[in-house]
């Protein structure tokens, strides 16, 4: 008797480790989460919903002819993959940078640096960062 009593008492304690150990239920970021203008100090960067982004170093840089970095954006998974365009001042053509995102208290997004071959774009980006939404 005290070898079953042992034995659900065992496997009790297992079912219990294995529901510790399962991810909560964290919503998945999709495109129309994350198009807009977003802000995280001084930073800020705006998702078009036709694939492409502006960041800048101000709300006024993301306003002109050739901001500091531009180019196209991919939502997959949770994760946001960004590729500079040739008009990119700061980043090379091609850079590819790679963040988690995640959607925050009060509509907030927070960004997690992946990898990033651009260095003003993850500069601000240490490791993570929540961004703000900001009116365009």
């Known amino acids: 008797m005290f070898k079953r009593i042992a034995c659900v008492v065992l496997w009790l304690s297992v079912l219990i ?24 100090g001084h930073y800020c960067v705006r998702f078009e919903s036709d694939g492409t982004y502006q960041a800048a170093g101000s709300m006024a840089g993301l306003d002109i002819a050739n901001p500091p970095d531009s180019g196209t954006y991919q939502v997959e998974n949770g994760y946001v ?3 500079s365009g040739l008009d990119s001042r700061d980043c090379s053509s091609g850079d590819v940078g790679i963040y988690h995102v995640t959607i925050a208290g009060a509509g907030r997004l927070e960004f997690s640096l ?5 260095r003003m774009r ?6 993570t960062q929540l961004y703000e939404p900001m009116e365009s």
């Open 17 to 40: 480790g294995l529901a510790a150990c399962q991810p909560a239920n964290v919503e998945v970021v999709t495109n129309a989460d994350i198009v807009g203008t977003w802000m995280a």
């Open 81 to 83: 993959t960004l590729v």
């Open 114 to 118: 992946q990898e990033d071959f651009c």
């Open 122 to 127: 993850r500069s601000p980006v240490t490791y």
